[in-house]
């Protein structure tokens, strides 16, 4: 079970930080990721982080800005958001996969969060 938290109303410009944490399974075994569905939209990939938290992969429009961490001690994984845009407004996921790569496609993931809301607006 995982439940996502941390999300809100931000100007353009700030920061946000969010998390992930997980309830039950052995947390660091799984690949973690962050995706996000923008009103009107599908969802879409934002990042991934291996079990280890070594290897991270992410999508082209967050490069530079968004930070996908872990914390296996306290089961626990992060998106850390900067320069935010209005664009960057959506429902923000976060999910699990038992395969091991940060390559992976939705469908790869099998348990997901109930995702939190991030508004960027002036």
């Known amino acids: 079970q995982l439940q996502a938290f941390g999300g809100g109303l931000v100007q353009p410009g700030g920061s946000l930080r969010l998390s992930c944490a997980a309830f039950g399974g052995t947390f660091s075994s799984y690949t973690m990721g962050w995706f996000r569905q923008a009103p009107g939209k599908e969802r879409e990939f934002v990042a991934t982080?291996?079990?280890?938290?070594?290897?991270?992969f992410y999508a082209d429009p967050v490069k530079g800005r968004f930070t996908i961490s872990r914390d296996n001690a306290k089961n626990t994984a992060y998106l850390q958001i900067n320069s935010l845009k209005p664009e960057d407004t959506a429902v923000y996921y976060c999910a699990a996969s038992s395969y091991r790569s940060v390559y992976l496609s939705q469908r790869y993931f099998d348990s997901w969060g109930q995702g939190t809301q991030v508004t960027v607006s002036s």
């Open positions: 982080i291996s079990q280890s938290g070594v290897s991270t």
